[in-house]
């Protein structure tokens, strides 16, 4: 039989450095030690465009792994052990790797890279109450529903963060590295709850229900935040309609609109199920709309905390273009349902509406129902 175990480090090294799929690299780094010691960090091209993973939620109270499931390979294809995600939402922040971990009671809120186990402490929810804020329920009051890195932390200190908070109304903060507390600010009156954000060509931008876009711009390390509001043409009235979400999404350094419409399942549930998405153009200057029904081989992955744009070209046979692979987001909907979110997830065909099933079984949450998350060293 074959020692594996004593194969050549130079050899390994050269092998590790052929794995161009997360997922396999850290499958590879625990078959023995030899080969974990040729599978560092720097033997792996942190360039290669990934496949997001869906994050499924921890199944019992004393479970304190997460499985990843792949649709590569069509299974849970990692098991980690993450006491940090235990029992806290967990939603991805648009740098790759990288999602925003908070507990339910609102003591402990981190950024936290689940696949190098790195965590980075933030202040906690309780941080953000004003005394004089109207009386809103206190566990519903601070809960953060959007968070935007403006960098990736694995790579730099010199980021920023946004967060939106109590989003029925227009609640913002940011925090830097250093920073004590949250920074709260505001970006006008009267524009609505944020439904989405981006970090789009050095600036953060937002979309509220009542259809305005938000741009939020730091000019330098120290700066304090500068917005504009631009108010979207909706001809459609998409911004008066029930049961809907939006998100926003760069592809080929255009800013798209994504509109997710649902119903609910019957006249005696809340639960609300997913029936079409319709994409949009948005011109980021004088606020028109432009209607898209094909998005070319570029597949969206959406759910909480935004959406993704993948190159399916990078993955051919795995996803389809013009594609909109979904998670169950109906936060507000799915808090009151007796198992929580997790049902409504698919792959929405964008040029005949036809809905299709990825994931094979049942995942249910309150907490954390199944997110997309994007793998990173």
């Not at 109270?61 to 299974?75: A, D, M």
């Not at 051919?316 to 198992?339: A, M, R, S």
Request: with cysteine.
């Amino acid at each position: 039989m074959a020692d594996w175990a004593g194969m050549p480090h130079n050899l390994l090294v050269l092998i590790a450095n052929r794995v161009k799929v997360i997922e396999d690299f850290i499958a590879f780094n625990c078959v023995c030690n030899s080969w974990r010691t040729a599978s560092t960090k720097d033997n792996f091209d942190i360039f290669s465009p990934q496949l997001p993973l869906l994050m499924l939620p921890d199944d019992d109270e004393n479970n304190y792994y997460r499985e990843f499931y792949s649709l590569s390979k069509g299974k849970v294809s990692r098991k980690l052990y993450l006491p940090e995600a235990k029992g806290r939402e967990c939603f991805p922040s648009h740098q790759v790797g990288w999602v925003l971990t908070q507990s339910f009671d609102g003591e402990k809120v981190n950024l936290f890279n689940p696949f190098s186990r790195t965590q980075i402490q933030l202040p906690n929810q309780f941080a953000l109450i004003d005394e004089d804020d109207e009386l809103i329920e206190q566990e519903e009051y601070n809960y953060i529903r959007n968070a935007i890195l403006s960098a990736n932390p694995s790579f730099t200190s010199d980021y920023v963060l946004v967060i939106a908070y109590n989003t029925d109304v227009n609640h913002l903060a940011f925090w830097r590295p250093g920073d004590i507390n949250w920074n709260k600010f505001r970006i006008g009156d009267r524009v609505g709850g944020v439904s989405d954000m981006i970090y789009f060509k050095g600036q953060f931008y937002l979309v509220t229900w009542s259809g305005a876009l938000g741009i939020i711009d730091f000019q330098g390390p120290n700066s304090v935040p500068e917005s504009n509001i631009i108010y979207l043409n909706d001809d459609k009235k998409l911004f008066r309609q029930h049961s809907t979400q939006f998100y926003l999404v760069d592809v080929n350094d255009a800013l798209l609109l994504v509109a997710r419409f649902g119903r609910r399942r019957s006249n005696a549930s809340r639960a609300l199920e997913t029936v079409k998405f319709e994409v949009y153009e948005l011109d980021v200057v004088k606020g028109n709309m432009k209607e898209i029904n094909n998005l070319g081989d570029s597949t969206f992955f959406v759910g909480c905390n935004g959406a993704t744009s993948i190159d399916s070209t990078k993955f051919t046979g795995v996803i389809k273009p013009n594609q909109i692979y979904f998670t169950d987001d109906w936060f507000d909907q799915n808090y009151h349902l007796e198992c929580g979110g997790g049902k409504d997830m698919g792959c929405y065909n964008l040029q005949n509406g036809n809905i299709e099933s990825f994931y094979p079984k049942l995942s249910l949450s309150h907490i954390c129902p199944p997110t997309w998350v994007i793998p990173s060293l």
